[in-house]
């Protein structure tokens, strides 16, 4: 399973580091993905992040924005912000690609809402 | 960017409905194709891979298929629980995309 950190409410120009912590598989032979779901709005891919060598791909709308990392001896990966938006405002999953799915994500973390708000 | 397009964005139905889900690609993505259902406060779940199997526990009702660019998600008979947005997304090139949705309702 995946389970992620808890809400956050930040102001903007504030930075912010969430976590996504993997059991119950091998934590460094799967890549983790992070998803933006704005209120109301559909999934967004943000990026991914290979824990075995923190080998990292990104969307070119999230690149430079936030930085995606993994701490295998944690068995976690991360999403961090410098300097956080209004905009940022949303609910970021982190969510495991499944080889034996297709590469598609089988499992999800339960969400981590981050409110950014002066 | 490989754009996805759902449609349509609403479906209204009955249960014991037939419901028939459509995304299109921008390009070919062969059969790289999966299907998610979110239901509201909840993460999406993992229905379909490669356009056309079920995940680990995903009931017979759900099937998926297509394969380039035109693809469809079938329930062949709505339970109460389906009730839900759908999402396709593809992973034929990064970046990945999702489709905008589609959200099956209650008629």
């Known amino acids: 399973q995946l389970v992620q950190s808890g809400a956050e409410a930040k102001k903007p120009g504030e930075s912010l580091k969430i976590s996504c912590k993997g059991s119950?598989?091998?934590?460094?032979?799967?890549?983790i993905g992070w998803v933006r779901q704005m209120p109301g709005k559909g999934l967004e891919w943000m990026g991914l992040?290979?824990?075995?060598?923190?080998?990292?791909r990104y969307s070119p709308s999230f690149q430079g924005h936030v930085t995606i990392l993994a701490d295998k001896s944690f068995s976690s990966a991360y999403l961090h912000w410098n300097s956080l938006k209004a905009s940022d405002t949303a609910i970021y999953y982190c969510?495991?690609?499944?080889?034996?799915?297709?590469?598609?994500?089988?499992?999800w973390g339960q969400g981590t809402m981050v409110t950014v708000s002066s | 960017e490989i754009v996805l397009t759902q449609s349509p964005a609403t479906l209204s139905l009955s249960p014991g409905e037939r419901a028939t889900l459509s995304c299109r690609a921008s390009?070919?993505?062969?059969?790289?194709l999966a299907w998610y259902q979110q239901k509201p406060g909840q993460a999406p779940r993992l229905l379909i891979y490669?356009?056309?199997n079920r995940a680990t526990g995903i009931p017979a009702r759900f099937s998926g298929s297509g394969s380039g660019t035109d693809f469809t998600l079938t329930i062949s008979s709505l339970e109460p629980e389906d009730f839900a947005v759908y999402y396709c997304?593809?992973?034929?090139?990064?970046?990945?995309?999702f489709g905008p949705g589609t959200k099956v309702e209650i008629k």
């Open positions: 969510a495991r690609q499944g080889p034996l799915s297709g590469d598609a994500f089988d499992i």
């Open positions: 119950g598989y091998s934590f460094t032979s799967y890549w």
């Open positions: 992040v290979y824990p075995g060598d923190s080998d990292t």
């Open positions: 390009q070919n993505i062969n059969s790289y």
């Open positions: 490669d356009e056309s």
């Open positions: 997304q593809q992973r034929k090139s990064w970046p990945l995309t």
